[in-house]
């Protein structure tokens, strides 16, 4: 019986460690005026994941622009900063969320994401620069 008891507990134990919940996630979602204040006051990377076209069409000044659905994504991120903070921002955040979970993953030690992405940072009216 005691056997039994000391299997059932370890069992218990492996079975809450591997079931720890991983869906806590470090990316920090972030408003508008955060990432304004970001922007400001600390070093960062800034990556509009959109498409180069829509880069075109409308910017936040200072980004660059890396493709989420580029073929080469996974390699052009590697060409960033790994301990330097990453500001990511799409459309409306559905990309962006998905490249910070994979910055995340590939060691990047600070990620945030807009939230909303730049229809909510129009909207609120900050700067967004037109590429010709």
């Not at 972030?30 to 880069?55: A, G, K, N, Y």
């Amino acid at each position: 019986m005691k056997q039994v008891l000391i299997v059932l507990t370890l069992m218990l134990t492996f079975t809450v460690i591997s079931c720890k919940d991983d869906s806590q996630s470090d990316v920090k979602l972030v408003s508008p005026e955060e990432m304004q204040t970001l922007l400001e006051l600390e070093d960062v990377q800034l990556i509009d994941v959109r498409t180069p076209e829509e880069f075109k069409e409308g910017n936040i000044p200072t980004a660059q622009n890396i493709d989420y659905n580029s073929p080469t994504f996974d390699e052009d991120i590697t060409k960033l900063d790994k301990t330097k903070p990453v500001i990511l921002y799409c459309k409306s955040g559905g990309r962006s969320a998905k490249c910070a979970k994979k910055m995340e993953e590939a060691g990047f030690v600070k990620v945030y994401d807009l939230d909303g992405g730049i229809s909510k940072w129009q909207h609120e009216g900050y700067e967004v620069e037109i590429k010709s």
